[in-house]
């Protein structure tokens, strides 16, 4: 009889994160002779069908093995305790995808997921992300970088990118009235509100996402199943992070999907903008190197 995993979607939109889950199925089980079934439950099915309708705390189910496995935010894992994780989103940590994937899959990357599971309890699998680079969601057009200083953001809980809208020169305000927001292409339609209806390719930084697993199901593994849960998370996340830079690719060059996610146009700042916000950001990695533990900032830079 097969295993049952509840795997939890925290987010929208849902088709990005269904993908990866229902790749991570085919793995697991090509792995070990199909010894797994993966019910697959977006928050709205599983507060319907598991919460008797009721909103839920998603890490906290996870936590407490209500469900088993999720896809989850990085930026979520800093809040909940994981703070390391938040190296990762230093302006302009990452060169290319490329270097990504070294930090991802190497020693770095299973310090991570470690720090995870020793601060959190949850056993971490391995990093994606959800259109890779980020863009800026505008409610105008943005032409240069001098044009952010105009600009207002909301303040939430995330210091890090406070700071670096900061070094923009934009001001925060304290309600909905913000005027631009970072986010990926294809996530444009979930985290964007109507009018910010330009986007501002800035790659400061990544969509991270990572994928998690209740430890307690974890520990109950033979080390050969824990191998072939992180070789098919591996495996998952790695076809992911393509994927979903190609279909923020293919958002960029189609308009008629830029209407769907009520983009009207793309900008992509000329490559001497670029340099200029390099260095109006270059202050925050040197700000918040020394808050990550055993020269992190630096051996991701240098991976």
């Avoid at 697959?40 to 407490?64: M, S, V």
Wanted: proline fraction near 3%.
């Amino acid at each position: 009889m097969k295993q049952k995993i509840k795997w939890l979607l925290f987010h929208e939109p849902a088709d990005l994160f269904i993908r990866t889950a229902e790749h991570f199925e085919t793995a697991i089980n090509r792995l070990t002779n199909n010894a797994f079934e993966i019910e697959i439950l977006t928050l709205e099915d599983y507060n319907r069908i598991y919460n008797e309708g009721k909103d839920c705390d998603p890490i906290e189910e996870l936590k407490a093995g209500r469900v088993h496995m999720s896809q989850c935010y990085t930026s979520m894992l800093a809040y909940a305790n994981a703070t390391n994780i938040l190296a990762l989103g230093l302006p302009f940590i990452f060169r290319d995808h490329d270097h990504a994937t070294r930090v991802f899959e190497g020693e770095i990357g299973e310090e991570l997921l470690d720090h995870i599971k020793t601060s959190m309890g949850i056993q971490g699998l391995s990093f994606t992300y959800s259109g890779g680079y980020k863009c800026m969601a505008v409610n105008r057009p943005v032409n240069s970088v001098d044009d952010f200083a105009q600009l207002t953001f909301k303040l939430d809980r995330m210091a890090l990118t406070q700071d670096m809208f900061r070094a923009l020169g934009a001001t925060p305000v304290d309600d909905g009235s913000h005027d631009f927001r970072d986010t990926t292409l294809p996530r444009y339609g979930a985290d964007a509100r109507k009018d910010q209806q330009w986007a501002c390719k800035t790659g400061h930084a990544m969509y991270l996402t990572t994928i998690l697993m209740n430890d307690a199901m974890w520990e109950q593994f033979d080390e050969a199943t824990q191998a072939s849960f992180k070789a098919a998370a591996r495996e998952c996340a790695h076809a992911e992070r393509i994927q979903s830079v190609a279909d923020g690719e293919e958002i960029e060059r189609n308009a008629t999907k830029q209407a769907q996610l009520g983009i009207q146009q793309v900008i992509t700042l000329p490559a001497q903008e670029i340099a200029k916000l390099q260095a109006l950001l270059a202050p925050v990695t040197e700000k918040w190197r020394s808050a990550f533990p055993n020269n992190l900032v630096a051996r991701i830079e240098a991976a």
